[in-house]
């Protein structure tokens, strides 16, 4: 088997990486969660935990999304996706929700990567010469939560690298991100450069670093990403 063949083979779907960082987020956290598979996140995260997720189109205390038939139209998060609301869910305008990201009281952001750097630089709202995209709240998000959880897919549909030495695309902040989740890899950054936490079932850290620009150093011991069923 080819080695993009065997990294394919082994990939974790959206669902599986957004259980992975449900499990990550301390409990009683406040959260923002970007657009894409960072919404995803809040599915899995049953409230007993006390993480409030916010929206920044005005919403602290996102729920999972409602079943099929259930949704309410004036109900939606950052991706205009219904959502269902806490008991206790608070709904407020945009400057107040810009106010809480600025202000710094967001303990951690989930935003989707097009690029991350070994040192942590995030890009995520363009690609050169596509001519679309906008920063958003992206840039507010970033530079104003406590801590960033970036979420991509290890590699491009062609097969470039993603976790390089220097994003080449337009930077959304630097030095931000924390933790990175991939399809196929769990990273934490630190002084000392990325740390390699967990690999897909399947593959080995000898694969990871094959598909990684920056030299990672290798947590021991060396976790198992896994598929999962249910929350």
């Given at each position: 088997m080819t080695f993009a063949r065997r990294l394919e083979a082994a990939a974790l779907g959206p669902d599986d990486i957004a259980r992975r960082v449900a499990r990550e987020v301390p409990d009683g956290a406040v959260v923002n969660l970007g657009i894409g598979i960072p919404t995803r996140?809040?599915?899995?995260?049953?409230?007993?935990?006390?993480?409030?997720?916010?929206?920044?189109?005005?919403?602290?205390?996102?729920?999972?999304?409602?079943?099929?038939?259930?949704?309410?139209?004036?109900?939606?998060?950052?991706?205009?996706?219904?959502?269902?609301?806490?008991?206790?869910?608070?709904?407020?305008?945009?400057?107040?929700?810009?106010?809480?990201?600025?202000?710094?009281?967001?303990?951690?952001?989930?935003?989707?990567?097009?690029?991350?750097?070994?040192?942590?630089?995030?890009?995520?709202?363009?690609?050169?010469?596509?001519?679309?995209?906008?920063?958003?709240?992206?840039?507010?998000?970033?530079?104003?939560?406590?801590a960033v959880y970036a979420i991509m897919t290890h590699l491009t549909k062609e097969g470039e690298l993603k976790l390089l030495e220097e994003c080449t695309y337009p930077l959304t902040a630097r030095r931000v991100v924390t933790k990175l989740f991939t399809d196929i890899a769990f990273i934490e950054f630190t002084p000392e450069g990325p740390l390699l936490r967990e690999v897909a079932q399947g593959l080995t850290a000898e694969d990871v670093q094959r598909a990684s620009a920056p030299r990672l150093r290798v947590a021991e011991p060396l976790g198992a990403l896994a598929r999962e069923e249910g929350p």
């Open positions: 996140v809040a599915n899995f995260v049953p409230p007993e935990r006390g993480i409030l997720f916010m929206a920044e189109n005005g919403i602290l205390g996102v729920g999972p999304r409602p079943p099929k038939g259930r949704e309410d139209r004036d109900l939606v998060n950052a991706s205009r996706e219904p959502i269902t609301a806490l008991p206790g869910a608070a709904i407020f305008g945009h400057a107040d929700s810009f106010a809480m990201i600025r202000g710094g009281h967001v303990d951690i952001a989930v935003l989707g990567a097009l690029q991350v750097s070994a040192g942590g630089d995030l890009a995520n709202w363009t690609v050169p010469g596509a001519g679309k995209g906008g920063i958003g709240g992206a840039m507010d998000l970033a530079t104003g939560a406590r």
